[in-house]
């Protein structure tokens, strides 16, 4: 009997705030999503610094594959001298980059200023969690 699973676009949102680029993930990410969501991410961390924000708030699932797409998005946005930031409030996803030893790895931040027109990339640093 064959699997029915519906699977709904991994990214709902992508606007530009400042200089940062903010992509708001949705869903499950796991080995089925996350090829076409590593293309997208590569694509935003192509050009030299790029300043990517991925909103996962929404994410109600991640795997290792999902790991592995936000450990490739951080290496290829460093290698061009830029950043990623991470916006999650899952205590969830946190166990699992502690469990996983990738807490140090990533900029974690709780939220993102909820009014995108007057945010500035300034205020995310004073949401950032330690």
Do not use: K
């Not at 699973?5 to 996350?34: F, K, N, P, W």
């Not at 924000?53 to 290792?64: A, E, K, N, Q, T």
């Not at 140090?104 to 300034?122: K, L």
């Amino acid at each position: 009997m064959a699997d029915n699973h519906t699977r709904s676009t991994q990214y709902r949102a992508q606007r530009v705030i400042g200089a940062a680029t903010v992509v708001t993930l949705q869903g499950e990410i796991d080995i089925l999503t996350a090829p076409p969501l590593t293309a997208r991410l590569d694509a935003l961390t192509a050009a030299p610094r790029p300043d990517l924000v991925l909103d996962l708030r929404p994410v109600s699932f991640i795997d290792c594959a999902g790991l592995g797409m936000l450990c490739r998005a951080h290496n290829r946005a460093q290698a061009r001298h830029g950043r990623l930031r991470l916006v999650t409030d899952s205590t969830l996803f946190l166990r699992i980059l502690r469990c996983t030893d990738l807490t140090g790895v990533f900029d974690i931040h709780p939220r993102w200023p909820e009014d995108a027109a007057d945010a500035s990339v300034a205020d995310l640093a004073s949401a950032s969690v330690g």
